[in-house]
């Protein structure tokens, strides 16, 4: 069974910095990953999808994904304290066209 | 964009009842999904469906079962509630998105708690 690892953390990083986060994946064929924002009470959003290797960017948002060491990252530049939410990082099963989800990781923003 | 609706927010229903959660999406866009979140365990696939009376099971089915008569339709069955099974609910369509043409559209959930 698939299965993605993100640390639950909290993250806090203060308005204006760069937050960082994180996830590694265990097959080792994947290659299209989703990262939804989740803010509390509410249901998830898509901000970034990527496949493939490489790096994708939208806007303050950088997407990366190194497939030969498994990890996928999302950068945030510039952070707001609306970008304070827990965001999952999820794998998409090509086959069954459904998402396996890591736990997700709390971004908390500091003004 | 799709629309997901959920029947309801927040339900409480006792022990051994039975127990439907509908979604209904505003077009009529093949995938839906059933996911359940709880804390530290993120979402986790319940059930799918490709089609109007096709359901295929996900990772954690057992207790569960789902009806999809109409394409907009994917209703949830809980049929003997039980406490382990309190959780948040939510639903999902597959559609074409700004982002990706796998994109997953979510509904606002409904909080059950079974007591």
């Known amino acids: 069974q698939k299965e993605v690892e993100q640390n639950s953390g909290p993250l806090s990083v203060p308005e204006g910095a760069i937050a960082s986060l994180n996830c590694t994946y265990s097959d080792r064929g994947s290659q299209s990953f989703f990262w939804y924002r989740q803010y509390s009470g509410k249901s998830p959003e898509l901000i970034m999808f990527?496949?493939?290797?490489g790096d994708k960017e939208d806007g303050r948002f950088t997407a990366q994904l190194n497939k030969a060491s498994q990890y996928v990252s999302l950068l945030i530049r510039d952070s707001q304290p609306s970008d304070s939410a827990t965001y999952l990082c999820?794998?998409?099963?090509?086959?069954?066209?459904?998402?396996?989800f890591g736990s997700g990781t709390r971004l908390q923003v500091q003004p | 964009d799709v629309k997901v609706t959920q029947s309801s927010r927040y339900l409480v229903k006792r022990t051994g009842e039975k127990v439907f959660l509908e979604c209904v999406q505003d077009m009529d866009h093949e995938n839906m999904f059933w996911y359940r979140q709880d804390p530290g365990l993120g979402l986790r696939l319940i059930y799918f469906s490709y089609d109007v009376k096709m359901k295929e099971k996900g990772d954690i089915p057992e207790g569960y079962s789902v009806s999809r008569e109409k394409k907009e339709r994917f209703s949830l069955i809980l049929e003997s509630a039980s406490t382990n099974q309190t959780s948040m609910y939510l639903c999902?369509?597959?559609?074409?998105?700004?982002?990706?043409?796998?994109?997953?559209?979510f509904g606002p959930g409904t909080r059950l708690t079974v007591l």
């Open positions: 999820a794998e998409l099963d090509t086959g069954r066209r459904a998402l396996t």
């Open positions: 999902a369509v597959l559609a074409g998105g700004r982002t990706s043409y796998n994109e997953q559209f």
């Open positions: 990527i496949y493939s290797n």
